[in-house]
């Protein structure tokens, strides 16, 4: 009887640790790589990509599949005609909140090269 108390006390004292330890297991450099990313990119990174100008033909791919995902996705939902203006709104609501975005950074960028 004593042996099966003091694995009931040994086994939720382990469980205890266990669960007061696990924030610590799962903190960390979660995501970072090589170049240290770890939530946001290396802004002088950015611009010389930027600065390249091999950013351009990527964003006009990406445009590309996007567009074609939009018209894909209204085809599934079997969006109506006013039903396919409002989708269509919402992306160009997006697109006008990316491109915000976009020369946001380029005045960041533009900034840095002038220090």
Known sequence: ???RNT???LTAAL????????????????GKDERGYGGKQNQAEVCE?????????KRQQYREKAGERHEQMA???KLTDEQREIWNEIRSERQQKHQRRFEKMKERCKNQSQE
């Open 15 to 30: 469980i205890s640790a266990t669960l007061l330890a696990s924030p610590f297991a799962f903190a960390g450099d979660k």
């Open 49 to 57: 990509r930027f600065e390249n100008g091999d950013w351009e033909s």
């Open 1 to 3: 009887m004593k042996a």
């Open 7 to 9: 694995t009931t006390t």
């Open 75 to 77: 085809e599934r939902l």
